[in-house]
């Protein structure tokens, strides 16, 4: 196959760092050919979120559909799904359509500190999400959220989460270790059989991380049909993103936490 169609399932972001907008360029940047149904329109810049509309799950399903019935689906990249309807739509034409490459960043607090997941609609993407993805990439309050624990601390801790996300019906979980100190990030990727690798970047000094989750997940999603694993996937796709951190600071968007440099490799 000389080409690759990739799907975003996402909320938007005006700015361009995160959202359906990040994961289109994360597509384009790694090969891929991006597509995307949009879940919610999200007023929010560098600063934060000022106002979400949710697209009404009955739209988000015409969409999927629509697009489904025509264009071949080689991975799918599943981002901001804000209400219960919404994720219930998702999953339904996962199934009809039989979606496989499944990648699911369970986006519930934007960089900012906004959230973004109903509370209510938390259990729908444990019933509904989780066992319909090959991997789930939560950073450490997401995945804390998702089992209803503490953040971990260390990698210890990391990896019990990790495996507990298995056994609530994850295939694969890359646990993001972001969000502890020290200077490497490291993250954990464990599989359905309990196995663990981690994979180790030098921690970038910018402020410039709006949009680094929404990347990486993209990022794996465009690259897992053009790599033999997962792991090939997710280890590329992390030194892209680390590069994209790398060269942030060469882009000037707005007066906050500013975007990764998506296309660092063409500018």
Request: hydrophobic share 45%.
């Amino acid at each position: 196959m000389s080409s690759f169609n990739i799907l975003s399932i996402a909320g938007t972001d005006p700015s361009g760092g995160a959202g359906i907008q990040a994961d289109l360029k994360a597509f384009s940047a790694l090969g891929g050919y991006g597509m995307s149904v949009v879940t919610a329109l999200v007023a929010q810049t560098t600063t934060g979120v000022t106002e979400v509309l949710d697209v009404p799950p009955e739209f988000v399903t015409s969409q999927l559909d629509t697009l489904l019935g025509d264009v071949r689906v080689d991975a799918v990249k599943i981002g901001m799904l804000s209400t219960t309807g919404v994720i219930e739509a998702v999953a339904g034409a996962i199934d009809r359509h039989g979606l496989t490459r499944i990648v699911l960043d369970p986006v519930m607090v934007a960089k900012s500190g906004d959230r973004l997941l109903a509370a209510d609609a938390i259990e729908a993407v444990r019933s509904e999400l989780l066992p319909r993805a090959d991997l789930i990439t939560p950073n450490l309050p997401e995945a804390a959220d998702l089992l209803g624990e503490p953040e971990a601390v260390d990698l210890d801790g990391m990896r019990a989460q990790a495996e507990r996300l298995v056994k609530l019906g994850a295939r694969r979980v890359l646990l993001k270790g972001g969000h502890l100190d020290g200077e490497n990030s490291t993250d954990l990727l464990v599989g359905p059989e309990g196995e663990a690798e981690t994979f180790t970047a030098a921690r970038v000094a910018t402020d410039n991380t709006h949009g680094t989750g929404c990347t990486l997940s993209s990022a794996i999603a465009a690259l897992r049909p053009q790599r033999a694993t997962w792991s090939q996937a997710v280890g590329d796709a992390k030194r892209y993103l680390t590069e994209a951190l790398r060269r942030a600071d060469e882009l000037e968007v707005g007066h906050g936490k500013g975007p990764v440099h998506h296309f660092h490799a063409w500018w």
